[in-house]
Structures are given as structure tokens and as C-alpha cells.
């Protein structure tokens, strides 16, 4: 099981993390991808993080903005959100595949997902 936190409203220019706590396996065996999705569009996948903890991949809408990070002894990953724009609101997923040494921001690879975490930017 995952579960995010730590969503809500933020001004533009603000910043979020956002956390996804697993439950039930160790995400040591896992990559762990974060996904968003808005009314009207689909799922977008926006950074990753292989299980090893080494190896990312970032979408270009993120770049220089989100950082994700995990802590092993917590079995928990973080999404670091800063410079939010209005454009960032959407629901926010996490999401696991159990593979070593790659990630992927393809959603159909991922087996485990969280419930998700509203995040609005708005003054």
C-alpha cells in the first residue's frame, strides 16, 4: 500500500513536498514513480527514482523545480515541489514498480499506486 501526504493550496512561487509512505513491502526492491493528473487530461508522468536510488528521470516540465528523494529507513519517498505554477494543479499519484535498476515515467509500468494528494496553486 502507498499513501501520499502533504498535498493542499499553494500561492504561485510557493512550495510543496509532498511524502508517500509504503506499506507492506520494502522500497528497496522498488522504483518509485510520481504521476499528476488534471481534470480533463491525462496522467502525466512527472519524475522517478530507480529502487537503488541512484538513477532519475525527469520530465521536461519539471526540471530545476521538483526533486525526489527517498528514505530508506522510513519507507517513504519525497516529491519536493518548488516554483509552483498554476499549471501544477492536479491530483498527484505515487506509484511503484518492483524492478532494481531502471524507472520509468510510463504509468502502465507501475503496479502499486497511492491514492492521491490534491495540490491547487492559486493566489
Known amino acids: 500500500q502507498l499513501v501520499e501526504s502533504g498535498g493542499g493550496l499553494v500561492q504561485p512561487g510557493g512550495s510543496l513536498r509532498l511524502s508517500c509512505a509504503a506499506s507492506g513491502f520494502t522500497l528497496d526492491d522498488y522504483a518509485i514513480g510520481w504521476f499528476r493528473q488534471a481534470p480533463g487530461q491525462e496522467r502525466e508522468g512527472l519524475v522517478c527514482?530507480?529502487?537503488?536510488?541512484?538513477?532519475?528521470d525527469y520530465a521536461d516540465s519539471t526540471l530545476g523545480r521538483f526533486t525526489i528523494s527517498k528514505d530508506n529507513a522510513k519507507n517513504t519517498v519525497f516529491l519536493q515541489m518548488n516554483s509552483l505554477k498554476t499549471d501544477d494543479t492536479a491530483v498527484y499519484y505515487c506509484?511503484?514498480?518492483?524492478?532494481?535498476?531502471?524507472?520509468?515515467?510510463?504509468?502502465?509500468?507501475?503496479?502499486?499506486w497511492g491514492q492521491g494528494a490534491q495540490v491547487t496553486i492559486s493566489s
Open positions: 527514482l530507480n529502487a537503488a536510488g541512484h538513477s532519475t
Open positions: 506509484a511503484a514498480e518492483k524492478t532494481r535498476y531502471y524507472c520509468s515515467l510510463r504509468s502502465s509500468r507501475y503496479t502499486h
